[in-house]
């Protein structure tokens, strides 16, 4: 009998940190989970980092997590983003696929840490093993586009009837963020059951591409000024003048 990627290993990583800007803030916690198959037994292992600059109010509030906790029983962030990339590293030489919601911004985090603690890109750190990214976010948007509602790791739990117990907890998050995964893609198989790991991973980046090209389009008729980002699963580095940085050459300008 044929194994769908659902039904198969997987594992899912989130992070906390000390606020939404990727090219700015801090991991301060990170959880990696790791399942065999539906059902199976889940392999959690967790981190919590200083991120050696104050905690804001507002990131507190969401995880909980204080400067007082992280000076006492963090690490060093040089050492626990390090940590973090070999782990995920080892996934991606097995093959596994790795669930990251939003991936955009967990993943482009990490790599700015990298690149912050250790002068590494994440791609670098990753030693050339490919990483591959299923993010629940962007294959419900491909297979139910037009669904009114939020689309955060709650209301998608609560859409697929998953439980989500002690949200915006790195380890809860990353195993509702799996089980969620497997749900849609159960929910789904024709759309998108018969697809590698490979495969989706190669078609959700064309996917997240139109996702976000139609939500600046709505962006722009509603006179809103944000712009959206269609790179995924990482959204490259850019110099002060805004463009790409190169991992050899610098600014693609001076390329």
């Known amino acids: 009998m044929q194994q769908h990627w659902y ?16 090219e700015n803030d801090r991991i301060v916690s990170a959880a990696l989970v790791v399942q065999l198959a539906p059902g199976a037994p889940v392999r959690t292992t967790t981190w919590l980092a200083d991120p050696g600059v104050p905690i804001p109010d507002g990131a507190r509030a969401v995880h909980g997590i204080t400067d007082e906790q992280v000076r006492l029983h963090g690490r060093p962030a040089r050492t626990v983003v390090a940590e973090v990339t070999r782990a995920l590293a080892a996934q991606a030489r097995a093959g596994r696929p790795v669930v990251v919601m939003n991936a955009p911004y967990d993943l482009t985090l990490l790599d700015r840490e990298l690149r912050r603690h250790h002068g590494l890109t994440l791609i670098g750190g990753l030693e050339a093993a490919g990483l591959l990214v299923l993010d629940p976010r962007v294959l419900d948007k491909h297979v139910d ?15 697929y009837g998953v439980e989500l117990t002690g949200a915006h907890e790195a380890a809860a998050d990353a195993a509702a963020a799996l089980a969620l995964t497997r ?3 159960a929910r789904y198989p024709a759309a998108l059951g018969e697809l590698t790991a490979a495969e989706l991973h190669l078609r959700q980046a064309v ?16 006179g809103v000024a944000e712009r959206v980002d269609l790179s995924w699963p990482l959204r490259p580095a850019r110099c002060g003048c805004g463009r790409r940085l190169e991992p050899e050459h610098g600014c693609e300008a001076a390329a």
Do not use: M, N
């Not at 039904?7 to 990727?22: H, I, N, Q, R």
């Not at 009114?148 to 209301?155: A, E, F, V, Y």
């Open 7 to 22: 039904t198969g290993p997987l594992a899912s990583f989130d992070t906390e940190t000390t606020g939404v800007d990727v």
């Open 145 to 159: 586009r037009y669904r009114k509602g939020r689309r955060t790791l709650t209301d998608l739990c609560a859409h």
């Open 183 to 185: 749900r849609i893609g």
């Open 207 to 222: 996917w997240h591409a139109a996702q976000a090209r139609g939500l600046q389009s709505w962006f722009d008729r509603s």
